[in-house]
């Protein structure tokens, strides 16, 4: 008798046993398909994050520059450029060119204009400040001399028009 039992003792030892076993080998194998799978969620964020900067790259805008520089007319550049990298499409500026309040690393946008005064010009320009158009808004605060001319009813000492 003594000896049935202690073979069971051993049967159910080795069941524990093995159960433990097969839940250690099942658990080993899940958290490796989950970090498996972590992995190639990563893989997918970091393609995605490359094609944006590729398309960024890529994409290009028009801009027409003016006033003292070699060649004035419209570039394509790549979206993010700025204004010194329009200059140098350009030619490069005049020796008459003016750069003394215009940001240089101003980045552009598409359809923008960009003018280079003359030395004997004292506007400021500020191309943050949209041009007005028709009925678009004019910020008072960013514009400057000719925008201003442009108001209607405008009263102020800039305004060059009798009401």
């Not at 003594?2 to 194998?29: A, G, M, Q, R, T």
């Not at 899940?30 to 994050?49: A, G, P, Q, R, W």
């Not at 490359?50 to 570039?75: L, M």
């Amino acid at each position: 008798m003594f000896l049935i039992e202690n073979k069971k003792n051993i049967f159910i030892k080795l069941i524990i046993i093995l159960i433990i076993v097969i839940f250690s080998i099942y658990n080993f194998f899940i958290s490796k398909n989950d970090s498996e799978e972590f992995n190639s969620s990563e893989t997918i964020v970091n393609l995605s994050s490359e094609n944006i900067e590729e398309k960024e790259i890529n994409q290009k805008i028009k801009v027409y520059i003016a006033g003292e520089v070699t060649s004035p007319g419209v570039y394509e550049l790549n979206a993010n450029s700025r204004i010194e990298d329009i200059i140098n499409f350009a030619g490069g500026l005049t020796q008459e060119a003016n750069i003394q309040n215009i940001n240089l690393a101003f980045i552009l946008e598409d359809g923008q204009k960009i003018y280079i005064p003359n030395i004997n010009e004292n506007e400021i320009l500020d191309y943050s400040a949209q041009e007005p158009s028709g009925n678009s808004k004019i910020n008072i605060n960013k514009a400057n001399i000719s925008e201003l001319q442009n108001i209607p009813r405008c009263r102020s000492i800039y305004c060059r028009k009798n009401f």
